[in-house]
């Protein structure tokens, strides 16, 4: 009962913030929080409990919630994203028009993905699927200019994605008689080899598209780029694990870890080409990060590369593995929340977001600063912040697999990461400050506060990782592996043990030794950026400005590899069709003859066709 | 047979006008041949060889040699609707007329694609 | 070329017709129905003219399309017609000859009565509703020839179309109500052959031959070009 | 419960507007609303009785097939709701939407066009079908010239002649199924063709010559493939009003006749998979004309097109449980489109263009119409919560459960062009919502127009919920298509 009510405060909620903004805009805020925290309350409440409830009948096919550890895990951080972005939003918003609207979608979509995870059966996941797919591309397409295109090339393939997945779900339900998902994964067993291998492509296809896996991410980079900050956050950070959690509950509910490990083309395995293609996920999209200008679009390209990671954790399919996927899963959520939170005030204050046009602004907004900091240090996964503890579970997991292929491309992704991670934090705030921004405010209190609450989870779970790893290692017990042991600092086996104090340990040694060598080094001297002339001449400012081409000389070598070669491969099919649209319609070329002699020449074809080749 | 045939080259003529010709009113005049062809078509499948029309006009008549009364009900109610769409057809050349100077359906292609 | 397919796909077409007339014999008699209102006609309907009996009675419900489908026409073409720019034209047309406009006010009164005496007589002789309001339409189309500036009242013509299609309706629902079947010849039928005979078969043609007659007249009103004037290129 | 009545009063309406026309000039707008109201509730009201058994009803009191029957089973009063529910709406909006012209003719024209529709659906005999189809097509015929402007007269025409040359291949084909077995009832028609021809492998040629021209005929009102050219040119100039009953219902009641005529009367089940690759060639080839569209209402016309083809799809699967979603998909098709066009209605009277550019902005001047577009493009692409997601379930599930080859590549194209549907219909909520708007003050929708929106919203989100109950009349229209002998038994006892 109570997964009913949460369900309808969510849906009813979106809509009663819809209302209340047509009262007041003050309203509106204070509601929407509100509702969110109700949720998340409701949520916490919920752990650790297993309910299944039937809701509804649709045509004849029981329609039902269930709640378990995976759904619960994945309930919180989207319920606890959705909050913080939507204290964000109260400032970042503030004075933009259809805000109304805008609040809507924002709890639409969260609404939706809340129902995704809590959903039972397949038809109502499919439902609510969709029902997440319009709301976002309705909320993308609301920065207008270039966010058109991109929330059109987001919604199309989206819905490309959930046909294929119709279809599947369609297949199974011819196969077993039900949706339940339950009740599938106890009778997968009986089907065969084939119908495995088409119910994993065709629903691949549709998680892969919302998930961004390589050959079908070409939605994101534009769509992330281009949505309202507070909500890229929200789909760089959680709406694109619907996808992941989709896999999940494919690969290890419908399917189970031993048919999953089975499968197989010729031969191949099904989950190897699908790990391969998240390594690729990994390598390429972090490549191309690196010579982004727009911050968002790096951040966005980042996304596709740590969704990489994930996939690879989550497939190789073993329970350090699956740990460190959802482990990843949830770090990322944290950390690219918190970049996208950085960056969006960065945005609000400076009011431009390419990379090239800002710089220096460590002193003048401290604290977004140390949070994209923190965030960036996350992201590349340096001890202490719960990246480092996510990578080093998928790099053992590998290790331990004998994956070295995908090991080997994992880590060198990491190079990626630590370049565009340090493009960023120092196109923004080292380096030199702009004449522009020489008034640039501190970030406004409400933007403050998610992002030090977040920069306070980055270090808490780097820390104490066990305080995730506690509830993923119930959560990948419940979905058929092995527990890990698990304790606050990491996690204790025999085959390589995690344990942050040790790491700790040794990081502060080495910090120690850093900063001797550095007390001992040369004293730097400080050279104001005017002081400089050329020939003579007085050289503008923004020519000093040496962040821009920051890897020239890498970018030289490699650019003509990191070209999305697939983006403009769906252009290209789109434009195909609409010069084959423009040639088929012709057809009705205006001349009412030439339309009498279609009709006549329909008669005479029938009954050639009855005479001459003898059909029917 | 003579009937049948008659009626169907009706038919045909009128067809065929209507994908050759392109000037309004001879088209109007195909669709007038078409029903025309078909009325007669109608009658014709009713027909009895040296049958009488079925009225009994005076008594003593013979209801077995009289011919089909029903293809003659239905091509009075043909009838009525081929005058309907003629009438349409008219009201509408001169509209169009009025509107592009010519009747010439080859050249009246703004409604395309 | 449009020609060449055209003739080819007629051909084709007339092949189809041809194999399929095959089972079509002609001047055979065939078709069970039409033997049955033959021989039953009289006795169901109290109609002398079959073809009426199925017009009317047996058949009642496609007339009422019919007569629909008449009404559609005029209010189309009236539509159609509507927004026609009114121009006065400079020249008035030439007036009649006296033989022609003597000669139609001699007939217009004749012509008249024949085309009532036609549709009153529907169920007894050839004809009925639709060939007399025709006939009635056509001593109109001389009235107008002779005066060409006449203005007939479109409002009374449209008033009678509607009331006689509604009186055709009344008529189909007082069957319904006393008969228990919509359109039922609930009236006496009478002795077959007299005039007042075959229960409500001569009703309906009399407002059919007043509808039919005023739409026509209606129709050729219109294309007299009344109201629209020539279009002077 | 005389199902008559569902004939008779639209009927009488239609001719009783010139006399209240005399009383007032007002008072005529608000008859057709009324009659199509009257119709709606008497057509629910008959539902119940009408699945337990289905009503004839003779015309005239004669024992068939020497009269004229109205066969009101599952299938006709499925129709005929649809077609009073949305005559109804449509009507209401139209109280103030049609203001210039003759209105008088509009609305007396507009209830026999709704009376051609119905009487077709409801009767049980050729003759009379083709005499109803005649006044729909009429009708129409001079409901897409209603504006008068150069565009609708030129569509008008070339619709006249192509609807012509059908209504003449409808009565060739009629005449001589008449020639062969002399009788003009369904039913009887069904029981001598049985009879004749039952046990036959193939198609006789002398059947199957009737059956092209009869398929033609009501192909060009139902708009199959090669035969719908006259269609997006009349759907495009006809007034919004006319263009929602036409797309919604008109040329539905061709494809009625068409089903009709297969499944019934012929009983031919071998054509089925031609015609059902003939519906997906309609359907292909709608839905990529419609994609390079810049006119709107000719987009919405092409849609119609690429929506008919998966109707006559789904049809033709020939399923019990295709047949029910094909007749879903008609009920989301019916007022989806309705929607569509009533909402873009007003959206072309107030900026005075069809081009779907200059609806850029739009979405906050005119909220609800852009509402409403919204709800009905999202219910024709099929996103769940919407009706057009209840339909393309069962269809998608139907042809799979098929379980041939042939099927299951045919359903894959109809997913493909959904997705080139959802490409062009977001496309337009796009320009309506997040464009930058020209600064035009354009007013809101008035309030009778703003109710009709949200009815259709509401049976569409509705039905796209809790299909069930209608569900289960679709059903017994699925069982009254398929079940031939049952048709004839109950007709002629």
Known sequence: MIINILLIIAFGGAFLVYLAGKISGKLRNILSIIISLVILTLIVMLQGKEIEVNYFHFFNFPLMFRINVLS??????????????????????????????????????????????????????????????????????????????????????????????????????????????????????????????????????????????????????????????????????????????????????????????????????????????????????????????????????????????????????????????????????????LLFFSIAAVEYRTGTRDLNKLGGLMKKMPIVFIGCLISVLGLIGIPLTNGFVSKWLIYKALFLNQNYFLLFIALISTWAAILYGFKILHHIFLGQLSQEHIKVKKAPLGMQIPIMILSFLVLLFGIFPGLALKTINKLIVNIGFKSLSVNLFGIVSETGPLNIINIFAGLMAILLLIIIVFKLGKKKTNIKQDDNYAAGSYIPIDKYHFTSNFYAPLFGIIKPLLIDHIDNFYLWVANRIRSLSDKVRKIYCGNVNVYVIYIIGFAALLIILKIGLKLW | MVYYIGAFGLIIIGLYVLMVKRNLIKMIIGISLINTGLNLFLISVGFIKLGTAPIFSKPGLNPKIMVDPLPQAMVLTAIVISVATLAMALALAIRLYEHHGTLDMGKIKDQKW | MKKIIAILFLLVLSYGIYLSINSIPFGVSKTKVGNYYNLNGVKDTGANNIVTAVVLNYRGFDTLGEVTVLFLAVLGFSTILFTMKKKKSDNMPTPPSLILSIGCKFLFPFVLLFGIYIFIHGHLSPGGGFQGGAVIASAFLLFYLVKPSEKSSKKSFQLIESLSGMAFIVIGILGLVFGNYFLSNFLPKGIAGKLISAGIIPLIYIFIGIKVGSELTGIIDRLMGKNNEKQVK | MNPVYLIIIPLLSAFSIPLFGLISKKLVKFIPPLAMLFNAVYAILLIPQILKKPIVVLMGGYSLPFGINLFVGPLGIIFTGVIAIIGFIVSFYAINYIKEGDKEKYHMLYLLLLTGATGAVLTGDIFNLFVFCEIL????????????????????????????????????????????????????????????????????????????????????EGSIFPLNAWLPDAHSSAPSTISAVLSGLAIEIGLYAIIRFVFTIFGITSILPALAILGLITLVIGEITAFAQANIKRMLAYSSIGQLGLIFFAISIGTSEAITGGLFQFLTHAFSKALLFLSVGYMIYRTKSMEISSFKGIGKKMPFASLAFLIGSFSLVGLPLFMGFSSKFIIVKSAILKNSTLFNILIMVVLLCTIIEGAYFFKVIQTIYFKKSNNIEIKKAPATAVIAFFILIIIIIGLGIYPNEVFKILQCGATELLDKSQYIRSVLG
């Open chain 1, 72 to 337: 619960w895990f994945f309930a919180l951080l989207i319920s606890f994203l959705t909050t913080l972005s939507l204290i964000f939003s109260l400032n970042y918003m503030k004075g933009k028009e259809n805000l109304d609207f805008y609040y809507l979608m924002l709890l639409l979509v969260n609404a939706s993905m809340l129902a995704i995870v809590l959903s039972g059966d397949l038809l109502s996941f499919y439902i609510f699927w969709e029902t997440m797919s319009w709301s976002t591309f309705l909320l993308i397409s609301y920065n207008k200019g270039k966010a058109i295109n991109a929330a059109l090339k987001y919604i199309i393939m989206s819905i490309a994605g959930s046909l294929a997945m119709l279809l599947a779900i369609i297949l199974i339900y011819i196969k077993f008689q039900s949706f339940d998902i339950l009740f599938i994964s106890t009778h997968i067993n009986m089907s065969s080899q084939n119908f495995a291998i088409l119910i994993f492509l065709l629903l691949s296809i549709g998680f892969g598209v919302k998930s961004a896996i390589v050959p079908l991410h070409a939605w994101l980079p534009d769509a992330h780029a281009e949505a309202p900050s507070p909500f890229s956050a929200i789909l760089s950070g959680i709406l694109i694990k619907m996808g992941i959690y989709g896999f999940l509950l494919l690969f290890y509910v419908i399917l189970g870890l031993k048919i999953l490990l089975s499968l197989n083309i010729w031969g191949i395995k099904l989950n190897y080409i699908f790990a391969l293609l998240g390594a690729i996920s990994v390598l390429v999209p972090s490549m191309i990060a690196i010579f982004q200008t727009d911050a968002k679009r790096v951040l966005a390209w980042s996304s596709i590369g740590q969704i990489g990671y994930i996939a690879i954790g989550i497939t190789i399919g073993s329970s350090i593995g699956t740990a460190g996927g959802l482990f990843h899963l949830f770090s990322h959520t944290i950390f690219k929340a």
């Open chain 4, 137 to 220: 097509c009429i009708s129409s015929f001079a409901l897409v010239a209603d504006l008068g402007d150069k565009r609708s007269i030129e569509s008008s025409v070339k619709y006249l002649i192509q609807g012509s040359v059908g209504s003449g291949f409808m009565l060739l084909g009629i005449g001589l199924l008449y020639g062969q077995f002399g009788t003009l009832n369904m039913a009887h028609l069904a029981q001598i063709i049985t009879e004749k021809y039952g046990a036959a492998q193939s198609i006789p040629i002398d059947l199957f010559i009737p059956f092209v021209f009869v398929i033609i005929g009501f192909g060009i």
